[in-house]
């Protein structure tokens, strides 16, 4: 086969690498062609034929940046002279002291010149410089360092550099090759590569494959970014996506495939989202490169991952979505371990981030509400992320040492011996739950913090200590929901950034506090409980972030109008709030977003000229007032053409938008306000929601929203008009809701070709439109449409992406034919009583859930169908006349309900042969009399057979080690089943009348719900009753034969509902009785203990009316163990009289006990537990 143009240039290249008089060979090409990929390639072909001693990386994201200390550091780490961060200090301490150190250069120089003597002949260190804004750029670095120049001379350096600028202002006269684009072969085979096995071996992959390549305009990075997405797709169910419409929708132009990328991000991982669009926001800033650990800790302190507690747990979070973005080709780490952005990414983030005014693109627009919480993007937008320094984790801590030196984490006694180690600490990253007491000694040292994230602390005042760090830039006081005093923070004169949040307690902060932070740019105050501001905030001047979101005190928000720089202003939460005290923010003009959600807010402020505004929203403000009070409407931002996001839903009284300038807007939602049109259009909207607009009765006007992506108007419930041929231009639409309106007609949808999910449940549709054009519909739901008698033979049978499909409720007696929807996994059919008969369904090969439940004249299941439904998790066919079920084998069912299928009486007794994954059977109310062999079904959690008049006999129950429910009641079943009382996971038992039925010895009843038991005459006197809980007791109460004869024998526990899942010691009784035995023992009771009884958890004694029916069980009982219980303080308050049976009794962790008996009651053995108190 011949070779294509590029192995023809990668074979050239390496030639020319070959030759002893080439020094530097230049690769010229524009962004995205391929340079890196290619340079990559060659790296591997030099170190594949042994001509490299070793291979040195340098990236470069943007023009402007040539950083030569970061050329140096970069080089540094790859040859191992600065540490890694899991390393041990390089050299003793003492010896640094000892030696003047050396610059980094001449470290660099040194290690070079000790490797020169070891490179073999015909070998070189290959030095790539990729990215380098131009030639010249590249050679100044070449010429800068004599070491560089040094290797050369030797002929011991080959340099292989990319770059876009072709502009030869060199003396010397480097190779150039000019890059040319990928072929189609070649884009095909790095998208093979990309998407993994599962992907490349699929049928409409392998389809669209050539499309792909050659849409994406020969961009190698395209490709990254489509074939990372296209893989975990494969790999992950996804409610957003299948793997046929992800293929296709890649086969598109340049632009959209790179979206593409971005919008398959998984909805339901939130942390994914936010952090890739933080990460476009942070290099859109242009921080060019930055190190792994400080992005992921920028992620932390962003608040991304909030939902976890512990810092390091966090941080393994920020790991994992690390190396999910750079697997999926949006982020690239380099040699040195910096994270860049891929080219090509980068370039198509102004877009991204510009165009989504800070949220994620539309499939996710509401996965970005969570503003970050610090805007570190945007406020360090000219730090030098180095000051961070290399970050180290451990013992509940994130540390980084701004000097060479490492710091060990070997637990904090040791830190605390060596507080010189803590000098060089710029960062650190602390859970509250691992500072001492000693705060002030703990912090002494550590004066030269730049960066102090404190999260979850318990102290009620911030130490002493921390007003003496005159170099922090960083506080973050996250979670501190103890603190109550801030005054130690007004002397931090350099912080740039200070969050408190989550501090419940604190309802003042000093008048002063900010009177000297003159230098603050970020404030959160989130989650506080102050009504007012102090005067001392319009001393910020400079302030770029205003967090303060669920500040539910807060009354007033002062003037802003002096913080020119300001970008956001969040206070969404903030429910007190009434008044902005600024009637205009013209003076704002970098203000990017304005957040009011939930507050009582009953005007807001104009937005005239404040072209930088992307979004506003005032979700939930309830008490903007109804017009036509001129004041009283939204104010038309006439003169802010940038708005992209207007989110006014939940705005209540609200009853017009008017219609200003906003051509630019993408989203709209004015769901659930009381707007009965909208007098204008949108050009080019992409969102519009109108959910549950109860004044709404004709859909707005959207003919010329032609780039319109979702519509829903679901639960407006007056919403009966819809003008003709509105959809017709509405080419981009892929989800349309309209449920639970009063539509009857629906207007032509068949040029909807991308419309992906109709729901149209709960209509008054009466027939349903063609559906021919619909080709890449994948969720159609007609449920509660009671008027839909019938669907068109036709309908169904171009759906060929549908997975969801959901006719129930409606009038339906046919079906057409579902054979070709070969994707389809959900097939809801409940309660269509007129359906007499299924459809052909041989073609179903995928299908999870069939649900056909109150299905009443449906009498017969055709075998032809369920013979592909192999993937059949959930069959449902109660309420039905089915008599009988197919005879396939089904062997992922998980689940088959059959109740009150009247006519239904035999299982086959092979049918559950191979159903290693069955979980639930419910045979109630049918007519069942005897079943098959259960022995295949061990992962069986529930067995209902309630109501099953002719079920006299159940089959051997030994192998359902898992049960959780099994219900008989209702049966004939005559032979009690002793593998019961081996079920140790029962939650739920209901039993049959056991009128002559002999018991088992030892029946543990605890936590079997409401038991339908007749109790038997012939218990045995040897039947121990074992139970928990005052319910329990009650039941009992109920049964006067069971209490009053057969209890002679107990183990009962009664805990209170605070410590009813925390240490539960005792539920090892539960299980066997050789448990129960051997706890008795421990605690120094008799081995046999027959009447015990266990309080715990309680702060005062249990009402009267819980305790009633316990009083005589405590005066029968022998042994008690009192546990947590925090009332007593002597054993008579467990009632007068109720220990007079005791013979043993175990304190355990009673703090206000101060006597044991107050008269003298010799026979009793007593036993404590230490921690108890010593007031005794």
């Not at 994201?61 to 200090?89: G, K, V």
């Not at 390549?213 to 074939?227: D, F, N, Q």
């Not at 925390?1062 to 035995?1077: C, G, M, Q, S, V």
């Amino acid at each position: 086969m011949a070779l294509t143009a590029v192995e023809k240039l990668k074979q050239e290249v390496l030639d020319w690498i070959k030759r002893d008089q080439v020094s530097i060979i230049v690769l010229v090409g524009e962004a995205g062609v391929g340079k890196t990929w290619i340079t990559r390639c060659i790296s591997d072909l030099v170190e594949r034929e042994g001509l490299s001693y070793q291979t040195l990386w340098m990236s470069f994201l943007y023009e402007e940046e040539c950083d030569l200390p970061s050329f140096l550091e970069s080089i540094a780490h790859q040859l191992f002279i600065l540490s890694n961060e899991c390393e041990e200090e390089i050299e003793d301490e003492k010896k640094e002291k000892e030696q003047p150190l050396k610059t980094l250069e001449e470290k660099i120089s040194d290690r070079l010149d000790e490797m020169m003597s070891k490179i073999p002949e015909k070998q070189f260190i290959l030095l790539i410089l990729d990215g380098v804004p131009e030639k010249k750029k590249g050679e100044e670095i070449l010429s800068k360092f004599k070491f560089l120049q040094r290797l050369m001379d030797k002929r011991l350096l080959k340099v292989l550099m990319s770059t876009r600028n072709d502009e030869d202002g060199s003396e010397t006269e480097p190779k150039e090759f000019k890059m040319i684009r990928l072929a189609d072969r070649e884009l095909q085979r790095l998208l093979e590569e990309g998407v993994g096995e599962n992907v490349s071996n699929f049928d409409e992959f392998k389809t669209q494959l050539e499309n792909i390549a050659r849409k994406s305009e020969s961009l190698p990075a395209a490709i990254t970014v489509i074939g990372g997405a296209l893989k975990h797709i494969g790999q992950h169910d996804s409610e957003d996506w299948t793997l046929e419409t992800a293929v296709i929708d890649a086969a598109s132009d340049m632009i959209p495939l790179i979206r593409c990328g971005y919008d398959m991000l998984p909805s339901n991982d939130m942390a994914l989202i936010n952090c890739c669009l933080h990460s476009l926001n942070f290099f859109f800033f242009k921080h060019g490169g930055i190190h792994y650990n400080q992005l992921i800790i920028c992620w932390i302190m962003e608040g991304y991952f909030d939902h976890i507690d512990r810092i390091e747990e966090a941080y393994e979070e920020g790991h994992r979505v690390l190396m999910e973005l750079i697997t999926r080709g949006m982020l690239k780490m380099q040699e040195d371990n910096v994270v860049i952005m891929e080219k090509l990414a980068a370039a198509v983030s102004a877009v991204v981030v510009e165009g989504s005014a800070l949220t994620t693109p539309n499939r996710h627009r509401d996965g970005f509400r969570g503003i970050p919480s610090l805007g570190l993007a945007s406020v360090f937008k000219n730090t030098d992320w180095r000051v961070l320094g290399r970050i180290r984790t451990g013992d509940g801590m994130i540390k980084t040492p701004s000097g060479p030196e490492r710091i060990r984490t070997d637990g904090m006694i040791k830190i605390l011996s060596s507080p010189e180690r803590w000098e060089k600490v710029s960062t650190l990253l602390v859970d509250g739950s691992r500072l001492r007491r000693d705060l002030d000694t703990f912090f002494q040292a550590m004066r030269g913090l730049q960066f102090l994230a404190i999260f979850n602390p318990s102290f009620q005042s911030p130490p002493k200590s921390l007003s003496k760090m005159n170099d922090l830039h960083l506080l973050v006081l996250r979670g501190c929901s103890w603190l109550q005093n801030t005054a130690q923070i007004s002397k931090l004169k350099s912080l740039i950034t200070l969050e408190i949040s989550g501090a419940t307690f604190l309802e003042e902060v000093p008048d002063d506090l900010f009177r000297e932070m003159c230098h603050l740019l970020s404030l959160n105050l989130s989650g506080t409980h102050i009504k007012l501001l102090p005067s001392s905030f319009c001393n910020l001047t400079k302030l770029r972030w205003l967090i303060l979101r669920n500040c539910s005190c807060l009354e007033l928000l002062p003037t802003v109008i002096e913080m020119k720089d300001l970008e956001v202003i969040d206070l969404s939460g903030a429910t007190s709030l009434k008044t902005i005290h600024d009637k205009k923010l013209q003076s704002l003009p970098n203000l990017r977003i304005l957040d009011f959600s939930h507050t009582k807010i009953a005007s807001f402020p104009f937005l005239h000229n404040l072209e930088a505004l992307t979004r506003v929203s005032l979700n939930g403000c309830t008490s903007l007032p109804t017009l036509p009070a001129p004041r009283s409407t939204l104010p038309a931002p006439r003169s802010s053409p940038s708005i992209q996001i207007l989110d006014v839903s939940g705005a209540s009284s609200l009853i017009e938008i008017r219609k200003g300038s906003l051509e630019s807007l993408k989203i709209l939602d004015f769901s659930k306000t009381k707007v009965k049109k909208l007098s204008f259009t949108i050009p080019n909207l992409s969102s519009l929601h109108m959910r549950g607009c109860s004044e709404l009765k004709t859909l707005p006007s959207i003919k010329l929203a032609r780039d319109l992506e979702l519509l829903d108007a679901s639960d407006a419930c007056n919403l009966a008009e819809i003008e003709d041929k509105s959809f017709e231009h509405l080419k981009h639409l892929c989800q349309l809701d309209l449920s639970n309106t009063k539509i009857k007609i629906l207007p032509s949808i068949s040029n909807l070709a991308n419309l992906r999910r109709l729901l149209l449940n709960g209509c008054k549709l009466e027939k349903l439109p063609k559906l021919e054009g619909l080709t890449r519909l994948e969720v159609l739901n007609l449920s509660g449409n009671s008027g839909l008698v019938k669907i068109e033979d036709e309908s169904f049978e171009h759906l060929r992406f549908l997975r969801h499909l959901d006719v129930s409720n409606t009038k339906v007696k046919i079906l057409p034919c579902l054979s070709n929807l070969g994707n389809l996994r959900f097939l809801y059919l409940r309660e269509c009583k007129f359906l007499e008969k299924l459809p052909k369904m041989g073609g179903l090969t995928k299908l999870e859930v069939l649900v056909l439940s109150g299905c009443c004249t449906l009498a017969i299941l055709e075998t032809e169908s369920f013979k592909n439904m192999s993937s059949l998790r959930t069959l449902d066919l109660s309420g039905t006349n089915i008599e009988c079920l197919p005879s396939e084998s089904l062997p992922k069912l998980e689940e088959l309900n059959l109740s009150g299928a009247t006519s239904f009486g035999e299982i086959g007794d092979k049918f559950f042969d191979c159903m290693n994954n069955f979980l639930v059977l419910n045979l109630s109310k049918t007519k069942v009399r005897e079943l098959p062999s259960l022995t295949n079904l061990s992962s069986l959690r529930q067995l209902l057979l309630r109501d099953c008049d002719y079920l006299e006999k159940l089959p051997a129950l030994d192998d359902l080690k898992g049960l959780e429910v099994l219900d008989l009641s209702g049966t004939k079943i005559k032979e009690f089943h002793y593998a019961v009382s081996m079920f140790t996971r029962l939650i739920s038992l209901n039993l049959p009348d056991l009128e002559g039925v002999q018991l088992p010895e030892d029946l543990n009843w605890d936590e079997c719900g409401i038991l339908m038991c007749a109790v038997a005459d012939k218990i045995s006197e040897e039947t121990f009753v074992c139970g928990s809980g005052i319910a329990f007791l009650q039941f009992l109460k109920k049964n006067p034969k069971l209490w009053e004869k057969y209890l002679e024998r107990f183990c009962i526990s009664i805990f209170s509902h605070e410590k009813n899942s925390k240490n539960r010691d005792i539920y090892l009784h539960r299980e066997e009785p050789i448990f129960r035995d051997i706890y008795f023992q421990t605690i120094s009771f008799p081995e046999k203990c027959v009447r015990y009884i266990e309080i715990c958890g309680f702060d005062s004694f249990p009402a009267e009316k819980d305790i009633r029916p316990i009083g005589e069980i405590l005066k029968q009982a022998e042994y008690f163990a009192l546990t947590e219980n925090a009332f007593i303080q002597r054993l008579e308050d467990v009632g007068q009289g109720n220990v007079e049976a005791m013979k043993g009794c175990w304190l355990k962790s009673c703090p206000e006990i101060k006597h044991i008996f107050v008269k003298e009651k010799a026979d009793v053995k007593f036993a404590m537990t230490a921690g108890d108190p010593r007031g005794i």
